[in-house]
T-cell receptor, first 113, second 113 residues
Framework: DSGVTQTPKHLITATGQRVTLRCSPRSGDLSVYWYQQSLDQGLQFLIHYYNGEERAKGNILERFSAQQFPDLHSELNLSSLELGDSALYFC????????????FGPGTRLLVL | KNEVEQSPQNLTAQEGEFITINCSYSVGISALHWLQQHPGGGIVSLFMLSSGKKKHGRLIATINIQEKHSSLHITASHPRDSAVYICAVRSGYSGGGADGLTFGKGTHLIIQP
């Protein structure tokens, strides 16, 4: 158990819909990273928040957005969902903003029908 | 953008064998991570290293910064080591998309009893 929690574990929805994925980092960790794992693209970095501030963006679509709240939990919002958004979404947390070990949550499996 | 190549893609070995998985990257990095992903999907961080060698139990990770190459070794392999092993790198510069990890495609390891 990494100490990182993600909800929900599974999500099935329809094209065009909007969903919110939630991540709670390990106690004391200030950084939250979001990653997407799909069959064709593998694991990809989406976005990084540190202590409530957006720090870096990766391959995140404009239809996707995220935020980190004062209690340090983070939410990833996916809107206008397409079939190709079906993937595993992981968050990971670390203590600082740079080269610290990252601890991964169990992931949310999203299926868009 | 950093390119991360892993070899082999697939590896089947007998219990007790010494296992080596290789990772090469194209651009200077600040850190390299080895991750383990089990069939259920969960990701476990095994090592983070920026130089030299680290050991944890039967696992050993080495990195050669000059050659842009890292290896993960498993001694006395066991069927429970069967998983996907993923190499990931963090860029050597800060800002933009460099904060997140760039992942290899993974090595599928099967250890037969």
């Amino acid at each position: 158990d990494s100490g990182v929690t993600q909800t929900p574990k599974h999500l099935i929805t329809a094209t065009g819909q909007r969903v919110t994925l939630r991540c709670s980092p390990r106690s004391g960790d200030l950084s939250v990273y979001w990653y997407q794992q799909s069959l064709d693209q593998g694991l990809q970095f989406l976005i990084h928040y540190y202590n409530g501030e957006e720090r870096a963006k990766g391959n995140i679509l404009e239809r996707f957005s995220a935020q980190q709240f004062p209690d340090l939990h983070s939410e990833l919002n996916l809107s206008s969902l397409e079939l190709g958004d079906s993937a595993l979404y992981f968050c990971a947390s670390s203590s600082g903003p740079l080269n610290e070990a990252q601890y991964f949550g169990p992931g949310t499996r999203l299926l868009v029908l | 953008k950093n390119e991360v190549e892993q070899s082999p893609q697939n590896l089947t070995a007998q219990e007790g064998e010494f296992i080596t998985i290789n990772c090469s990257y194209s651009v200077g990095i600040s850190a390299l991570h080895w991750l383990q992903q089990h069939p259920g999907g969960g990701i476990v961080s095994l090592f983070m290293l920026s130089s030299g060698k680290k050991k944890h139990g039967r696992l050993i990770a080495t990195i050669n910064i000059q050659e842009k190459h890292s290896s993960l070794h498993i001694t006395a392999s066991h069927p429970r080591d069967s998983a996907v092993y993923i190499c990931a790198v963090r860029s050597g510069y800060s800002g933009g998309g460099a904060d997140g990890l760039t992942f290899g495609k993974g090595t599928h390891l099967i250890i037969q009893p």
